[in-house]
């Protein structure tokens, strides 16, 4: 068995650096996947398999979307923060030490996660009942939260709610499959893609130099290790919610801001598993697969994850420096236009498959009014307002 919960392990890996690396491909799309496909060709194999390859993938992912999101402009919705302190570096030609802040503070997430595992799984069995109940009027306050902490407060509030409205149409389309792949892809993808290329990016010769690890990176740790338990118990709240909520705990520069991005990317998902086992709360499409593939998580079903997820943090983290260093090495060489006409045409062709011809439909609006919100010049975190109103319209009523 050891051997293939390593090959299995490995597989996860490889297909984690695919979603990570691809823009538009989501691990969600692979859970999917595996649970239609669990009825009928994965039938024979032990679900401890599947929740090993689940288990890899989803962290191997969290340490490579930046990659694409810093030197691509292309961010998921767990990334969408990094393209303007990333974009900011990588136009300086510092942009491998802007995907290597990113890796390191995922890396850091690893450790903290397993330190509060077990201390989250106590307060969680006393406090998660309670927790339900106030739901949405912390999500509420999480929504004034944002608009408070900008510059210009009427552009994020109507950001918030155009896209609130946005969401809320689209995910009760019933006809519409997938509704959120084009929707969030739309307003975070290719959105920034097409800002892009009419601006005519020019991605200068990047320098290959590691950043600097002090006890400055502390705060932007503890910041990540407050907030991220947050997204991951709150629906509606992603990793680029918890990022400003951590960011305000522990003000920080750009560089410590990328640095707390990916501590919480990984954290948030990292602990998702947690929540699963404590309060049976599925956050991510990872736990989602996982449950419908294996059910509820026993005690030694989720030491086996924290374990999985531990050595594939460490591989990925290697893995990942050295992608980043591979692109760093070729980003100023490549056609930056072209090869973001590329990626729409690429992203287009999946929703299509994804999500059909209404798909297309969402996909197309969901960028004009990626577009619009980012011209307004406020963090593109607002945006979430997508899915922020239509589940506290849904708690509420």
């Not at 302190?85 to 990588?90: A, S, V």
């Not at 407060?153 to 950001?159: D, K, N, Q």
Request: aromatic fraction near 10%.
């Amino acid at each position: 068995m050891l051997i293939e919960i390593i090959l299995f392990m490995f597989l996860g890996i490889a297909a984690g650096t695919f979603t990570g690396l691809i823009p538009g491909i989501h691990i969600n799309l692979v859970g999917v996947s595996l649970v239609a496909l669990s009825a009928s060709l994965f039938s024979s194999l032990n679900p401890i398999y599947i929740v090993t390859f689940i288990s890899s993938m989803a962290i191997t992912h969290t340490f490579l979307d930046f990659i694409p999101s810093i030197f691509l402009g292309c961010p998921d919705t767990d990334t969408e923060l990094s393209v303007l302190p990333g974009h900011e570096l990588l136009k300086s030609g510092k942009g491998y030490e802007a995907v290597l802040l990113t890796i390191y503070g995922s890396l850091a997430a690893i450790f903290i996660l397993i330190i509060i595992t077990f201390p989250s799984i106590l307060i969680l069995n006393n406090i998660y009942s309670t927790l339900q109940k106030i739901t949405p009027y912390i999500l509420i306050a999480v929504m004034f939260f944002l608009i408070y902490v900008e510059k210009n407060r009427v552009s994020a509030t109507l950001v918030i709610i155009l896209t609130g409205a946005l969401g809320f149409i689209i995910l009760n389309l019933s006809s519409l499959k997938e509704p959120l792949f084009p929707m969030l892809t739309g307003l975070f993808g290719t959105s920034m893609l097409i800002i892009s290329i009419k601006n005519k990016v020019k991605i200068p010769e990047q320098e290959i130099s590691k950043p600097k690890m002090d006890k400055s990176f502390l705060s932007p740790l503890m910041g990540a290790t407050i907030a991220a338990p947050f997204s991951s118990l709150l629906p509606g709240l992603g990793s680029g919610q918890a990022a400003v909520l951590g960011n305000s705990i522990s003000k920080t520069g750009k560089r410590g801001f990328l640095f707390l991005l990916g501590a919480t990317n990984t954290l948030v998902m990292g602990f998702s598993f947690v929540t699963f086992y404590a309060v049976l709360r599925t956050r991510t499409g990872a736990v989602v697969a996982i449950q419908e593939i294996a059910g509820n998580l026993s005690g030694k079903m989720l030491i086996l994850i924290l374990s999985i997820i531990t050595i594939s943090g460490i591989i990925s983290f290697f893995w990942a420096i050295s992608l980043t260093k591979f692109f760093s090495k070729r980003i100023s060489t490549i056609n930056y236009s072209r090869l973001s006409i590329i990626t729409i045409s690429t992203i287009t062709i999946l929703v299509f498959l994804f999500s059909g011809g209404l798909g297309l439909i969402v996909f197309a609006v969901s960028t004009f009014t990626g577009i619009y919100c980012i011209s307004l010049n406020v963090r593109r975190t607002n945006m979430m307002g997508c899915l922020l109103i239509p589940t506290i319209i849904l708690y509420l009523f």
